[in-house]
């Protein structure tokens, strides 16, 4: 016997932020994990662009790749997981990981894209600083 999957319990259970955005690239769907890693409300997500939590420097980019992927309908980041700085309400830098889905009307049009992401902060500043330790117990080797 098969269940149905409740989407909204799921999405509103999960650790990770879920964010749908529209052709456009407007936000449609934000859980409350999201809320949790970057400290905007619902309310104060839903109708606005992904430049909410994409850093100013990399807006172009992000637009670029974002529209050649509404124009194409492919993206080459379906099944790698993406690791890219963000940035919270607070303007509190993030570095995150996600991966992404093309969302298609039931006519296959392509309406938007689905993002599943974790706050790595902490683990990035720790990796950060071994590989600064292992630099210097290296260059304190070659010394020797």
Do not use: C
């Not at 309406?111 to 600083?129: H, K, N, P």
């Not at 071994?130 to 630099?135: E, M």
Request: no cysteine.
């Amino acid at each position: 016997m098969t269940t149905a999957i409740d989407f909204a319990q799921l999405a509103n259970v999960i650790g990770d932020a879920i964010v749908i955005s529209d052709a456009a690239g407007d936000i449609t769907f934000w859980n409350p994990a999201a809320t949790r890693m970057f400290g905007y409300t619902e309310g104060e997500a839903m109708g606005r662009t992904l430049d909410l939590i994409i850093p100013e420097r990399l807006r172009g980019r992000h637009w670029e790749g974002y529209h050649k992927t509404m124009a194409s309908g492919e993206t080459r980041y379906g099944n790698d997981v993406l690791r890219v700085p963000a940035v919270d309400k607070a303007g509190r830098s993030l570095s995150i990981a996600f991966t992404v889905a093309l969302l298609h009307s039931p006519e296959g049009a392509l309406t938007g894209i689905v993002a599943v992401i974790r706050d790595e902060t902490a683990r990035f500043q720790e990796e950060r600083g071994l590989r600064k330790r292992l630099a210097e117990l290296e260059a304190q080797a070659q010394q020797s």
